[in-house]
Structure formats: structure tokens, C-alpha cells
């Protein structure tokens, strides 16, 4: 069975390490290590081993400008890309192009390969107190798909923020540092179903389906409704129905099955330390660059 290989879930390997990455590809393996033992393994990365490489970013510019896309399919890799493409808000995402930037990197996406192998996140929606007003960064969603659904894209990927005890840390040396709070909020189960039924509406119009990802909860108390249902981030299946080919399509249990998580077996090659995500996203649960002492007071 070939493998499918994530980059990264732990970082924004597009957007900070395209250099690294290609170079293990021209080596033709990784060196991966486990963030919980802190346990190393090569993990052999060429066209026989590899069915899909499956990119996570908000800023596939770097990857796009070292044409990175079209070496690897030349070289005769399968590629699926999860592109997060939320509305510009500095406060939450304050070291990612702006929209208009993502948007045109989307399209060249679109164009030089096949906009099948295009997922859409939306995600996480927030919402927060900023100044003591109720902030959300929902807004902006409809003309965000209907720039997508026009080139072709058909998966819209959403949640929920889930707190995270990095990201209070994370806040706290920002005030600490002289920044204004931010507080995040949880909404009820009635909003976030107004939400998503919000959502789901208007993607339909646009022939595109929405998944939601590790929101079981929220799935079924919804019932059925034709163009949501539970996400794969990667989906095996998927990758088989637009490549062939065999691979791996077991459940990937290692991720939150409980919570909803239907991904399948991947292996991930980044790493929280070495690859500390260069976004600083505010409510990111992994590793950014503002995470320490002398960089924290920097945060826009």
C-alpha cells in the first residue's frame, strides 16, 4: 500500500518551508519525529512509495513562486491541497497575505492543475471579545465562495474554535507585553447551527458541499441536511476516486474519532519545533513564532 503524506497539520509547510521540503524530496526521504515520544524514523518519500502528498496552508505564495507544484507532478506526484482561506482579520490572523493575495493563489491553483484537488477552509470560526464588543470573524464568507465555487472548487471545510490552554498562555504574555486582550467566546448550539445552516444555504446555491470537521455533536443535532456531513481532512477515498492507484484508507486513529474526525492513515512530516508556524495566528494550537518571551511583543 502506498502512503499518504500530510504537510503538514503541525505547521504551514507551503508557506515557511517549501525550501526544506523540496530538498527531502530531492533526497527522497523525511526524517520524522514523534512529538510525543520524540521517537526519529525515515519515511521513504519517492513516486513508488508516495500516493498523494496532501498540502495544509494560508499562504501557498512561496510554494507557487518555486513552482514547487509543478516539480512534484512532474516528478509524478499525487497533490491535494487544504487551503484555508478565512476574511482578513489582522487581530486573529495578522502574518498571512490579504485576501486578494489568497484568492489569486487559489486561481493559479485552480488553473495549473484541477480544482478537484482544492479543498476550501473556512476555519475555525471565532467567536471573541475584543474591547468588550462580541467580535466574529464569520463575516466575509459569501463572497470568499463565491470566488471559489466560480473557479470550479466544490468542498467548503468548516469548525468551530476549540480553546486550547497554548492559546490562553499565548494571550496572556501578548497583555502582559501590552497587547489588548482578546477573549474567546463559546457560542451556544443554537448560534452555531444558525451558522452553519447559513452556510449550508448558501453553498448549495453555489453547487458546493460543506463539511465539518470533529463537530459530531453539532452534526447530529442538526439532522439531516442534504450538503453537510462529517470531514475527512484526508480522505484516503478521496485521493483513490481522483488518482487510482492503491493506498491506505483505514481509519486514522491517532486523530479525535470521538469528536468526529474521519480521516484516514497518513504520516505527517512536520514538526512543531523545528517548523514553528511563521503566521502567529491567535488561536492556533500549534507552535507559532511569537511563542516566547522575546517575540511575543511584536504581535500586530
Given amino acids: 500500500?502506498?502512503?499518504?503524506?500530510?504537510?503538514?497539520?503541525?505547521?504551514?509547510?507551503?508557506?515557511?518551508?517549501?525550501?526544506?521540503?523540496?530538498?527531502?524530496?530531492?533526497?527522497?526521504?523525511?526524517?520524522?519525529?514523534?512529538?510525543?515520544?520524540?521517537?526519529?524514523?525515515?519515511?521513504?518519500?519517492?513516486?513508488?512509495?508516495?500516493?498523494?502528498?496532501?498540502?495544509?496552508?494560508?499562504?501557498?505564495?512561496?510554494?507557487?513562486?518555486?513552482?514547487?507544484?509543478?516539480?512534484?507532478?512532474?516528478?509524478?506526484?499525487?497533490?491535494?491541497?487544504?487551503?484555508?482561506?478565512?476574511?482578513?482579520?489582522?487581530?486573529?490572523?495578522?502574518?498571512?497575505?490579504?485576501?486578494?493575495?489568497?484568492?489569486?493563489?487559489?486561481?493559479?491553483?485552480?488553473?495549473?492543475?484541477?480544482?478537484?484537488?482544492?479543498?476550501?477552509?473556512?476555519?475555525?470560526?471565532?467567536?471573541?471579545?475584543e474591547k468588550n464588543q462580541s467580535m466574529t470573524n464569520a463575516k466575509g464568507f459569501k463572497p470568499i465562495a463565491d470566488t471559489l465555487s466560480d473557479m470550479g472548487v466544490r468542498r467548503c471545510i468548516t469548525s468551530f474554535y476549540d480553546p486550547y490552554k497554548k492559546v490562553d498562555q499565548r494571550i496572556r504574555r501578548m497583555v502582559q507585553a501590552g497587547k489588548p486582550k482578546i477573549e474567546f467566546t463559546q457560542p451556544d448550539t443554537l448560534t452555531r447551527k444558525r451558522v452553519i445552516q447559513r452556510m449550508a444555504g448558501h453553498l448549495k446555491s453555489r453547487s458546493m458541499d460543506l463539511f465539518l470537521c470533529c463537530e459530531q455533536d453539532l452534526l447530529e443535532s442538526m439532522g439531516n441536511v442534504a450538503n453537510v456531513r462529517a470531514n475527512a481532512c484526508i480522505d484516503g477515498r478521496l485521493y483513490q476516486s481522483l488518482f487510482g492507484g492503491s493506498l491506505e484508507t483505514a481509519g486514522d486513529y491517532g486523530q479525535r474519532r470521538k469528536q468526529g474526525c474521519r480521516c484516514t492513515r497518513s504520516i505527517d512530516v512536520g514538526s512543531y519545533d523545528l517548523h514553528p508556524c511563521p503566521h502567529n495566528c491567535l488561536f492556533c494550537y500549534a507552535k507559532t513564532q511569537y511563542d516566547s518571551e522575546k517575540n511575543i511583543g511584536g504581535h500586530q
Fill in 1 to 129: 500500500m502506498k502512503i499518504v503524506l500530510s504537510a503538514s497539520r503541525r505547521t504551514d509547510i507551503p508557506g515557511g518551508y517549501t525550501p526544506w521540503f523540496m530538498d527531502c524530496i530531492q533526497k527522497g526521504y523525511f526524517t520524522v519525529i514523534n512529538p510525543f515520544n520524540r521517537k526519529t524514523r525515515t519515511i521513504e518519500a519517492t513516486p513508488d512509495t508516495v500516493h498523494t502528498i496532501v498540502f495544509w496552508s494560508k499562504n501557498f505564495g512561496p510554494f507557487l513562486d518555486l513552482r514547487a507544484h509543478k516539480i512534484l507532478t512532474e516528478k509524478g506526484f499525487n497533490l491535494f491541497f487544504n487551503f484555508t482561506i478565512n476574511a482578513d482579520n489582522p487581530t486573529l490572523e495578522p502574518g498571512i497575505p490579504d485576501l486578494t493575495m489568497r484568492l489569486k493563489q487559489a486561481t493559479k491553483l485552480a488553473r495549473d492543475l484541477d480544482p478537484s484537488q482544492i479543498a476550501w477552509r473556512f476555519d475555525p470560526i471565532c467567536f471573541y471579545k
